[in-house]
């Protein structure tokens, strides 16, 4: 896994509401300089960087773990959202998601604390 920098730690998202509106509010800053970067093929680092930090890469950790459990069909809305407003930001995050639902059906215990914990502090799966 990936880890986002010590000082720049992920925040927490409480809600599926709140999911939604930091996916609306980073939508707007992506959409700026989107088509740039596609045209000159620059893969969006920083964005990545920020969608992370912004506590949207956790939104999937059940419960337990302490996430939130988003619907898969709240999800999709936010994907929805954010590849709107930049198509890489929308397909980037899917295997990270894809990965989270893997160690939540097969992963054991012991895994599951280890990596939600990660996640849910910003590093990226």
């Given at each position: ?52 930090q912004s506590g949207l890469g956790a939104i999937t ?25 930049d198509g890489s930001i929308g397909q980037v995050p899917q295997n ?30």
């Amino acid at each position: 896994m990936t880890q986002v920098s010590a000082k720049q730690r992920a925040e927490r998202i409480s809600s599926a509401v709140q999911a939604l509106d930091v996916a609306y509010a980073l939508a707007e800053r992506f959409r700026s300089g989107a088509a740039q970067r596609d045209h000159q093929r620059e893969l969006p680092h920083a964005e990545l960087q920020r969608y992370f930090q912004s506590g949207l890469g956790a939104i999937t950790v059940p419960r337990e773990h302490g996430g939130i459990a988003i619907s898969t069909a709240e999800l999709a809305e936010i994907f929805v959202i954010l590849s709107a407003a930049d198509g890489s930001i929308g397909q980037v995050p899917q295997n990270h998601f894809y990965a989270l639902e893997v160690l939540r059906i097969n992963g054991s215990e012991a895994q599951q604390q280890r990596l939600y914990a990660e996640v849910l502090a910003g590093c990226i799966g």
